[in-house]
């Protein structure tokens, strides 16, 4: 943090952002529209968020990069994607070109790790405190803090013994690491273990996997895109947006517009599924059946075709049956895309070891130790995972109306409106909080932060000056928000530790963490209430000035 960063924290603003990631850069666009003063506070260096924190060899997005953004007219036009699915770097880029083309730079204090947020009910004012004690005070307390934020610590004894270096794929340092000729462990195989693994396995001298569920891994197919594509893409970007807003999951993609029962002849499906695997990463499940997450038997074949294809490709059959997942739907778990990560497995220098019935135990001083033997390692890569959607909120200690703790008041799991508010925290407002639209996040936020300037609009022109989510409105959308996941086959992921529920997380409560009737559904949502005067949020007003 510099001198001036220091000496000008003590502000009121009407606004205060925390994360200056996608998020937070949208919002502060978005207030700076609105006339508003603002400040984000960022932990980290720079702008990016998830990635500034998750620069892993091998981070890419699973979204195609062309709707992997937000809808500035004036930025689509001025942008070039190099890649299908753009790697870590050049989304981080993307963002600081979003802030510095909007000017919004300026308003990020960099290197502020914020602690405590807190509500004074007699003056409708927010107290944020930061790590080094700083204090900033504000009217309209923004989170956007990210889904996936805050990494799972290595749950293992022996940490601090190791003599090796260890890494969290979550929190990469920005120095680059050499794994040349280095005998190195990855623990876990999500879809951060997943894109990390190949680009290890091409320098190491040995990478050991370590893998307790297989995954149904999809191809992503990434490559680089050329001039006449992404003029054709430029050439009507409002079709493009037009395709997202209406798709389930935000994708610029059509529906597949079958059902399987539709197609009666196995082959047929296997050729649907071939060109789903050909087109790769989310468009097999989109572009295949439309009834995937809902159809146990749409679920079964595509769960086998993905399995016959781990068998072609991997040689070694024994490796090929571990790699193989069994006993939960495709989808249920959130489903990575990878290049050649199936193929890594063929690589001499790379093996797997399943830690589901040889679970590791401990790291010692030399490596890791499973119930069976004890490995030597000169470097582990935990890449374990995240404390998914409320982690980053409940880190922070946010009080709202009569000191009533967040993290108390969700000890059950969290209970929002719309994933924007939650009772008792007035002018909180969530950017993708908790129950908001599980899908191509760029896109939710781009309709959430717009949702928002109507709000404070709204206020504004009514003379409000606090707003909040009434219980009512909140417990019905914590039902539905269940009822919805419930009707999938997405609560089968539970039992398999995924991260939709919060079951990845030793001890976390279970409850769905996301609103899963798509993007297009949520949008209906939202707009439904701010057409009706927000209708489920209450407003008032303070009786007497603050004198701010
Ligand atoms: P994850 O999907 O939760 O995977 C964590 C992995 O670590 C799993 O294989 C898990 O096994 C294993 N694991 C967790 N705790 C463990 C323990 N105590 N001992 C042994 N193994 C353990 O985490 P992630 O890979 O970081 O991905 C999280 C989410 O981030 C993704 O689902 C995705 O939404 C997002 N992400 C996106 C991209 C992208 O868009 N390209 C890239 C990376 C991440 P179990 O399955 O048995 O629990």
Redesign the pocket.
């Known amino acids: 943090m510099s001198d001036q960063d220091k000496a000008s924290t003590s502000t009121h603003t009407d606004a205060l952002v925390i994360g200056a990631g996608f998020a937070g850069v949208r919002m502060l666009i978005e207030l700076q529209k609105l006339g508003l003063s603002a400040v984000a506070l960022e932990a980290g260096t720079d702008v990016g968020g998830t990635w500034y924190w998750?620069r892993y060899p091998g981070?890419?997005?699973?979204?195609e990069s062309w709707s992997y953004c937000f809808p500035f007219p004036e930025i689509e036009q001025e942008w070039d994607w190099s890649e299908r699915?753009p790697g870590q770097e050049e989304v981080q880029r993307y963002i600081g070109f979003v802030a510095d083309r909007f000017d919004v730079r300026r308003h990020i204090r960099f290197g502020h790790r914020v602690t405590a947020a807190t509500y004074d009910d007699a003056d409708n004012t927010w107290t944020i405190t930061t790590d080094d004690g700083n204090q900033f005070t504000c009217t309209y307390f923004f989170t956007g803090l990210g889904h996936?934020s805050v990494p799972?610590e290595p749950?293992y004894e022996g940490l601090d013994s190791f003599n090796g270096e260890v890494y969290l794929?979550?929190r990469w340092p920005k120095e680059k690491v050499d794994f040349t000729g280095k005998r190195v462990a990855v623990?876990?195989?999500?879809?951060?273990?997943?894109?990390t693994i190949p680009h290890v396995a091409e320098v190491a001298e040995h990478l050991t996997v370590?893998?307790?569920?297989p995954?149904y891994v999809m191809p992503a197919q990434n490559h680089d895109l050329d001039d006449e594509f992404r003029r054709k893409i430029k050439s009507d970007y409002a079709a493009v947006w037009n395709k997202a807003r209406n798709h389930v999951f935000g994708f610029p993609m059509d529906p597949a517009g079958r059902m399987y029962d539709d197609v009666e002849i196995d082959a047929e499906r296997d050729r649907i599924f071939e060109e789903g695997w050909r087109n790769g990463g989310f468009h097999f499940v989109f572009e295949t059946f439309d009834d995937l997450i809902l159809d146990q038997r749409s679920n079964d074949a595509a769960a086998e075709f993905i399995r016959k294809k781990i068998r072609e490709i991997v040689e070694d059959p024994e490796t090929a049956e571990l790699l193989t997942p069994r006993g939960y739907p495709y989808v249920s778990?959130?489903p990575?895309?990878g290049t050649n990560y199936y193929e890594t497995f063929n690589r001499d220098n790379v093996s797997l070891v399943d830690?589901?019935t040889n679970?590791?135990e401990a790291l010692t001083t030399n490596g890791l130790r499973t119930r069976e033997r004890e490995y030597e390692f000169d470097v582990i890569i935990f890449?374990?995972?995240?404390d998914?959607v409320t982690g980053a909120l409940n880190n922070i200690d946010i009080r709202g109306e009569r000191g009533v703790g967040l993290s108390e008041y969700w000890a059950a799991g969290p209970e929002t409106y719309l994933g924007i508010g939650t009772p008792g925290f007035p002018n909180m407002f969530m950017i993708c909080g908790p129950q908001s639209a599980y899908a191509n996040i760029p896109v939710i936020i781009e309709k959430v932060v717009e949702w928002l300037g109507r709000a404070l609009t709204y206020m504004n022109e009514h003379g409000y000056d606090r707003m909040q989510p009434t219980a009512e409105a909140t417990a019905r959308w914590t039902e539905h928000v269940a009822e919805i996941f419930n009707m999938t086959l997405l609560p089968s992921g539970e039992s398999?530790?995924s991260?939709y529920l919060g079951a990845?997380i030793p001890g976390k409560p279970r409850r769905v963490l996301f609103y899963f009737g798509g993007a297009a559904g949520y949008f209906q949502e939202i707009e439904k209430s701010a057409s009706h005067d927000f209708e489920g949020f209450e407003f008032s007003r303070l009786p007497v000035a603050s004198g701010r």
């Open positions: 998750n981070a890419r997005t699973d979204s699915y996936l799972q749950p794929t979550g623990v876990g195989t999500g879809a951060s273990g997943i894109q370590f893998q307790r569920t995954n778990k959130r990575p895309s830690i589901r679970p590791i890449a374990t995972g995240f998914a398999f530790n991260w990845n």
